[in-house]
């Protein structure tokens, strides 16, 4: 959001500058100025004479005021001006243009409109990237139950641009609530973030999405195409119609189960908490005795790996982190920064469900998180007591393959690319995918003209990639596949 414009000066439309005038030749023009009751002079006085030149001042005055007061106008309305529309390129109050997805301040980019736009809302009130990406992930919880939710397993990347540090979001290996059922992780792993790196208080967060869930939400098409995809049994009556057929695009759904443990999450004063609030619930719906206790989620230094240009940060295992590095490290070795073609994928690879987003702000700070159900809809559960669909993350589930977010902070002198954050879903071979984008951006030629980074990552067109970046002084997001994911900035 651009500052409110200051006060308009009309110093340079004044007539006559006092400091260059006498003392003098002020109270003549003063005298010029006023018309004297007793009627003309005579020309020894030769008052009546300078009538016509004082008039001819005075208009001149007015006329040179009425200026002044178009452009005060021109610029209030300039300066009020809202920001540009979902994904606008709209020019600025400054008065100069950008492509669309470049921003001055912050952006967000996300799967579902309005949770680009609660993130955005976020940030214009004084929350940082954490804010919005944390208030942004809980709205998804909502819109968005076939790919992720509070029954979700969750990763992280997050760039700090004042320390240089970058902390990874992490679970550990999938813990089992029940048989074929995954134990939920999302409301202390999301809390917990916010706890550490966070501006705005917790409860303020879950406003918007505890109010999506109660006054409702219009279902979009990708939660449209999920559902006509989908065995609906089990998610009815949430996310059906009175006849058990799958609601269409439009529909409003309202989730008031799913509201109050939202309430009760925003209460809560430590992560663990905000998690039993979900967990003893679901162990009354399942007939359990208590609720599970499980690895709980962790903050951890990110692994690194320095490179010619900079220093790249990803995931720890059990996530793709490590497999990432590998990949990356071979490339450089035999044949330097440029990408191999585009990873063949195995037979059998099935794509597991899952949600990517992305925040950043101007100064370089990048916030990444992926989260999964593992299928679509997860296990199909969905809690009565909660209105929470449960992941099948068991155990025996690759609980991270999918996940290796990736930041690179540029150290080289010959380029002006800061910081670049990619993170991907909706592909079995998320670390080749990332590896190729990678090399890509590194194999691309730096010019003195460059504008910045590329308006859409390379990628093999396999799921969805998310990059964001931070480029002299401005936060850029793009996708791939072009316009899959809205996003917001100011």
Not at 38 to 49: E, L, T, V, W, Y
Not at 181 to 190: K, Q
Request: hydrophobic share 40%; aromatic share 4%.
């Amino acid at each position: 959001m651009e500052p409110e414009a200051g006060p308009v000066l009309y110093q340079k439309l004044r007539v006559w500058e006092p400091s260059l005038e006498s003392e003098e030749e002020e109270e003549e023009i003063s005298e010029q100025l006023i018309l004297d009751a007793s009627g003309p002079h005579d020309s020894s006085g030769n008052k009546a004479g300078r009538l016509p030149g004082a008039w001819a001042q005075l208009v001149a005055a007015l006329l040179l005021l009425a200026v002044g007061f178009s452009l005060a106008v021109r610029q209030l309305c300039s300066s009020g001006a809202s920001p540009g529309a979902l994904g606008s390129g709209a020019p600025p109050a400054s008065g100069h243009s950008h492509r669309p997805g470049v921003y001055h301040h912050g952006a967000i980019i996300s799967p579902a409109a309005e949770c680009s736009r609660l993130g955005r809302e976020l940030f214009v009130a004084g929350g940082n990237i954490v804010d919005a990406g944390v208030g942004a992930a809980l709205c998804l919880a909502v819109v968005h139950p076939h790919t992720t939710g509070l029954g979700a397993t969750y990763w992280g990347l997050f760039h700090n641009s004042s320390s240089g540090n970058s902390t990874a979001l992490t679970l550990g290996p999938a813990q089992t609530l029940a048989p074929g059922l995954g134990l939920p992780s999302a409301l202390p792993a999301l809390h917990m973030l916010h706890t550490h790196f966070g501006r705005l208080p917790w409860p303020h967060l879950l406003v918007g999405p505890i109010s999506l869930a109660q006054k409702g939400f219009l279902v979009d098409t990708s939660l449209a195409s999920a559902l006509a995809a989908q065995d609906t049994k089990g998610l009815c009556p949430l996310l059906c119609h009175a006849n058990g057929t799958p609601l269409g695009p439009g529909t409003q759904v309202t989730n008031t189960k799913l509201a109050a443990v939202l309430h009760k999450a925003s209460l809560a004063p430590t992560p663990d908490l905000s998690g039993d609030a979900l967990l003893s619930l679901l162990a009354e719906d399942l007939g359990l005795e208590g609720p599970s206790v499980g690895p709980r989620p962790t903050l951890e230094p990110a692994l690194q790996l320095p490179l010619p240009q900079g220093i790249l940060f990803t995931t720890p295992s059990p996530s793709a982190g490590p497999e990432l590095l590998e990949l990356l490290e071979a490339s450089l070795q035999s044949a330097g920064p440029s990408p191999a073609p585009c990873p063949a994928l195995p037979q059998a690879a099935a794509a597991p469900r899952s949600s990517v987003l992305a925040t950043v702000d101007s100064s370089g700070s990048v916030l990444l998180l992926t989260s999964s159900l593992n299928s679509s809809f997860g296990s199909g559960h969905l809690s009565p007591s909660t209105g929470v669909l449960l992941s099948n993350l068991v155990a025996e589930s690759a609980a991270g393959a999918w996940a290796c977010p990736l930041i690179f902070r540029d150290i080289s002198d010959d380029t002006e690319v800061d910081v670049l954050g990619l993170v991907a879903s909706g592909t079995p071979a998320a670390a080749r995918v990332m590896t190729h984008a990678l090399l890509s951006h590194l194999a691309r030629p730096q010019t003195p003209d460059q504008q910045g980074p590329t308006e859409s990552p390379r990628a093999c067109a396999q799921g969805t990639l998310l990059q964001v970046a931070a480029h002299t002084e401005h936060a850029h997001v793009s996708s791939v596949p072009s316009g899959c994911c809205p996003f917001q900035g100011f």
